[in-house]
């Protein structure tokens, strides 16, 4: 097995090694190689379960429907080129690739929120338990047993963890890493440095349950508020679409009849030049996808803080504008 190259030099450079440069040099071997090694848990672990993974990391889904959506429109442009049936190839390799991240940050998302809101129920059985005198990996193995929506299974892992060795803060702190919302990250700060301090734990998990259940409680009054406006982008959309459907199935064809009697009569160039409807309403009919794509986003940014929140109200309000004028219009 070939030697690492910090053991050469080290080797090399005297003849004899004390215990404490030993014990550098193997620490420095472990870190390197763990280093190495988490380099490739993440795709370890979408082998195992690529949705799960994938659920965890919703920015990766862009990676996996980024080529199916370019496969689709290669495919699609290859053969609708020089047609209006383009527009709808384009349409479609859109939805296609941000369907999948919509999926899976609208999961997300509600995962993370019911933790949240799960959490004060938590932190504060915990804090009870700890009262009656039970130490705190004990209390977490006693609660692990009962019922806390998704954030059982993160309860369970902590207890895991703990029955291997790992003390109560490290735990708590690995589970800030794998939820790093700012109430959770919050949270386990204040629990941990507690702890650390040798302080009233029991006291400072009341407290932070306490903190944690006033900050959801304002957190769904925001977005409750804030829900009026995301009704509002669809009100201001639905008028928008319906002005323009109306322009397209009255207005154009209008004007293509008034553009054909004024070239019967000899004046068509001096009245209103070459009028083509279809061109027309294929271009209201761009104007409509687009103001649904950039207002689903608004709606999200708007209404849960995240455009990529919107892109679900995106891929309603695109295809929304896209069936008035296919099958409407």
Same mark, same amino acid.
């Given at each position: 097995m070939k030697k690492p190259e910090i053991f050469k030099k080290n080797i090399s450079s005297c003849e004899s090694i004390t215990e404490e440069e030993l014990c550098a040099i193997e620490d420095k071997l472990i870190s390197s190689r763990l280093e190495s090694a988490n380099k490739n848990v993440l795709l370890k672990d979408f082998l195992k379960k690529p949705f799960k993974t994938l659920y965890d990391h919703p920015e990766y889904t862009?990676?996996?429907?980024?080529?199916? !959506?370019?496969?689709?429109?290669?495919?699609?442009?290859?053969? =609708?080129?020089?047609?209006?049936?383009m527009d709808d190839v384009i349409i479609f390799t859109v939805l296609l690739l941000t369907a999948p991240p919509a999926i899976t940050f609208h999961r997300k998302f509600k995962r993370t929120d019911t933790i949240e809101e799960c959490l004060?129920?938590?932190?504060?059985?915990? #804090?009870?338990m700890s009262r009656a005198g039970l130490t705190l990996p004990r209390a977490v193995n006693t609660v692990a047993k009962g019922e806390y929506g998704a954030l059982t299974k993160e309860v369970q892992t902590m207890d895991s963890t703990m029955s291997w060795g790992i003390s109560f803060e490290e735990s708590l702190?690995?589970?800030?890493?794998? *939820?790093?919302?700012?109430? +959770?990250?919050?949270? *386990?700060?204040? +629990?941990?440095?507690?702890?650390?301090? &040798?302080?009233?734990?029991?006291? *400072?998990?009341?407290? @932070?349950?306490?903190?944690?259940?006033?900050?959801?409680?304002?957190?769904?009054?925001?977005? &409750?508020?804030?829900?009026?406006?995301?009704?509002?982008?669809?009100?201001?959309?639905?008028?928008?679409?319906?002005?323009?459907?109306?322009?397209? #199935? =009255?207005?154009?064809?209008?004007? /293509?009849? /008034? &553009?054909?009697? !004024? @070239?019967?009569? &000899? /004046?068509?160039?001096?009245?209103?030049?070459?009028?083509?409807? @279809?061109?027309?309403?294929?271009?209201?009919?761009?104007? !409509?996808?687009?103001?649904?794509?950039?207002?689903?986003?608004? @709606?999200?940014?708007?209404g849960e803080s995240s455009a990529f929140q919107g892109l679900k109200h995106s891929i309603v309000m695109t295809l929304i504008s896209w069936s008035v004028f296919t099958l409407l219009i």
């Open positions: 862009f990676i996996l429907s980024t080529p199916v !959506a370019l496969m689709f429109f290669a495919i699609g442009i290859s053969i =609708t080129w020089g047609t209006p049936l004060p129920t938590f932190l504060r059985d915990i #804090s009870e702190q690995n589970f800030g890493k794998r *939820v790093p919302t700012p109430i +959770i990250v919050r949270s *386990v700060s204040l +629990i941990t440095q507690a702890s650390k301090a &040798g302080g009233r734990v029991a006291s *400072v998990l009341e407290a @932070a349950a306490r903190d944690a259940r006033e900050v959801k409680l304002l957190e769904k009054e925001r977005r &409750g508020n804030m829900m009026v406006y995301v009704v509002i982008t669809y009100m201001s959309f639905f008028v928008f679409l319906f002005v323009i459907a109306m322009l397209t #199935s =009255t207005f154009v064809p209008t004007m /293509a009849e /008034a &553009g054909k009697a !004024a @070239a019967e009569a &000899g /004046a068509g160039n001096q009245f209103i030049g070459s009028f083509n409807p @279809a061109e027309y309403t294929r271009l209201m009919m761009h104007t !409509a996808v687009i103001q649904g794509f950039m207002s689903g986003l608004v @709606a999200g940014q708007m």
